[in-house]
Nanobody
Framework: QVQLVESGGGLVQAGGSLRLSCAAS????????MGWFRQAPGKEREFVAE????????GYADSVKGRFTISRGNAKNTVYLQMNSLKPEDTAVYYC?????????????WGQGTQVTVSS
């Protein structure tokens, strides 16, 4: 069974920073990519950022480019999201997701989410 555990959410003032962490565990689990998504109240879940292990390719939503950075941890299946210059519109529950090893990136596994609240 695969488990993803996020941490690092909280309350921060606009302009501040937070760092989210996510670790995926499972005895035989291997991933080809991990990503972050978020869901604000009354809105659909949206893509934030991802990193693909092959080549270390990263991708970001336009709304966070230049402010957020996704990176891989030293431990296997670990990923971070450094969030700088936070804005009130970044307020959401942030979810970590993992794509199992295979020819495609498909986020089949999800964490429970961590709340990020940015006050104005």
């Amino acid at each position: 069974q695969v488990q993803l555990v996020e941490s690092g959410g909280g309350l921060v003032q606009a302009g501040g920073s937070l760092r989210l962490s996510c670790a995926a565990s499972g005895r035989t689990f291997s991933s080809n990519a991990m990503g972050w998504f978020r869901q604000a109240p009354g809105k659909e879940r949206e893509f934030v950022a991802e990193i693909r292990w092959s080549g270390g390719t990263t991708g970001y939503a336009d709304s966070v480019k230049g402010r957020f950075t996704i990176s891989r941890g030293n431990a296997k299946n670990t990923v971070y999201l450094q969030m700088n210059s936070l804005k009130p519109e970044d307020t959401a529950v942030y979810y970590c997701a993992a794509s199992p090893m295979g020819p495609w990136v498909k986020y089949d596994y999800w964490g429970q989410g961590t709340q990020v609240t940015v006050s104005s």
